[in-house]
T-cell receptor
């Protein structure tokens, strides 16, 4: 069953503007973690940000923030002041403690294009 | 440089051939993983290991075997390659703790003809 849903296959944003990438998840576990990864055209996978299910505040890492709405089961990534180098594929992922915290599952990804 | 190293980076196999992908990490991570990435499907977990000498199946284990004889190495084997195994393979590792993301290798692009 699909547990991570990223409904935007592609997104465009103007340089210096903010953009939100959507992610919804499905779990019956109380304890879980949510992650975002970036994959540039070079192909490597880069860990961006983490949000724990018990964290009351939204996670932030530099220009990245995670808009966590637990009741709606959403974990959207917000990129502020977009840069050309932000053009990449972005993956939302979840790790459930039910499985012993060993496995992370990924969404299908959103491709972000930053326009100059 | 510290991190996760995958070899080879590219490989073309004929149907029925076998090969082994090697993943090595020098961060003393307990957990190691093999994922495959296919267009439009994100990353899918093949096998994983929670420590030296242990392995477990992920979402799509059929046609693959793994071994973790040493903590730093995680091998992925294809005994009889099929065109459906054409994909980009990523190895990843992480330390313990809930808030740690993966460190990924640079990937192996495998084509089975």
């Amino acid at each position: 069953a699909q547990k991570i849903t990223q409904t935007q296959p592609g997104m465009f944003v103007q340089e210096k503007e903010a953009v939100t990438l959507d992610c919804t998840y499905d779990t019956s576990d109380q304890s879980y973690g949510l992650f975002w990864y970036k994959q540039p055209s070079s192909g490597e996978m880069i860990f961006l940000i983490y949000q724990g299910s018990y964290d009351e505040q939204n996670a932030t890492e530099g220009r990245y923030s995670l808009n966590f709405q637990k009741a709606r089961k959403s974990a959207n990534l917000v990129i502020s002041a977009s840069q050309l180098g932000d053009s990449a594929m972005y993956f939302c992922a979840m790790r459930e403690e039910e499985t012993g915290g060993f496995k992370t599952i990924f969404g299908a990804g959103t491709r972000l294009f930053v326009k100059a | 440089n510290a991190g996760v190293t995958q070899t080879p980076k590219f490989r073309v196999l004929k149907t029925g051939q076998s090969m082994t992908l090697l993943c090595a990490q020098d961060m003393n991570h307990e957990y190691m993983y093999w994922y495959r990435q296919d267009p439009g499907m994100g990353l899918r977990l093949i096998h994983y290991s929670v420590g030296e000498g242990t392995t477990a199946k992920g979402e799509v284990p059929d046609g693959y075997n793994v071994s973790r004889l040493k903590k730093q190495n995680f091998l992925l084997g294809l005994e009889s390659a099929a065109p459906s195994q054409t994909s980009v393979y990523f190895c990843a590792s992480r330390t313990g703790g809930a808030n740690y993301g993966y460190t990924f290798g640079s990937g192996t692009r495998l084509t089975v003809v």
